[in-house]
């Protein structure tokens, strides 16, 4: 749908995966907050295909936002 772009899903997922240096043709299956505080998730490329993706730094204000919208699970802190 062309209105797509302008859900806040997707700009969401555009935030989280270009920060990460994935395509804008991706899309978030998962994503969860990692003990650490940092993210982590998986995605998915428009022919099925899955990919893994995990964050380095802590988000900052845009991501979290980001990651709130895309509704991001605490992870406990148990291993």
Not at 6 to 27: K, P, T, V, W
Not at 59 to 64: I, S, V
């Amino acid at each position: 749908m062309k209105e797509d772009f302008l859900s806040e899903r997707n700009r969401a997922e555009d935030i989280i995966l270009g920060s990460l240096g994935f395509g804008e043709e991706a899309s978030i299956v998962e994503v969860s907050f990692t003990a650490d505080g940092f993210y982590k998730g998986t995605g998915r490329w428009p022919d099925g295909e899955t990919f893994e993706f995990e964050s380095d730094d802590t988000p900052g204000e845009l991501e979290a936002w980001a990651l709130k919208v895309l509704g991001a699970k605490k992870v406990s802190n148990a291993a």
